[in-house]
Nanobody, 127 residues
Framework: QVQLVESGGGLVQAGGSLRLSCAAS????????MGWFRQAPGKEREFVAG????????DLSNSVKGRFTISRDNAKNTVYLDMSSLKPEDTAVYYC????????????????????WGQGTQVTVSS
């Protein structure tokens, strides 16, 4: 069983930057594709970014492409989400998620395709 703990959220002005981290424990991190999702009040949880087991392939939602970057350090069992040019509409609780997969190229986009979730970290962008 993998445990995921997010950190790095907070309050930032529009145009600012934040780095979210998600530390994993309890499993072999390199066996998991990882994703970042977010959920704003009254909205469904949505895909933000994903990365394959090795970190070679990533994908981002259109709403954050060009502003956010996902990366991972398998030696540190950590996945990161670097966010820049933040907008008020980026305000949400951000969750990291792990997908146990035997295939190195797997990268999933739906929340129900992920096996483990962190508790979330709040990101608030003020205008």
């Amino acid at each position: 069983q993998v445990q995921l703990v997010e950190s790095g959220g907070g309050l930032v002005q529009a145009g600012g930057s934040l780095r979210l981290s998600c530390a994993a424990s309890g499993g072999t991190f390199s066996y998991y594709a990882m994703g970042w999702f977010r959920q704003a009040p009254g909205k469904e949880r949505e895909f933000v970014a994903g990365i394959t087991r090795s970190g070679i392939t990533t994908d981002l939602s259109n709403s954050v492409k060009g502003r956010f970057t996902i990366s991972r350090d398998n030696a540190k069992n950590t996945v990161y989400l670097d966010m820049s040019s933040l907008k008020p509409e980026d305000t949400a609780v951000y969750y990291c998620a792990a997908d146990r997969t035997d295939f190195s190229g797997t990268l999933r986009f739906r929340p129900d395709e992920y096996d483990y979730w962190g508790q979330g970290t709040q990101v608030t962008v003020s205008s």
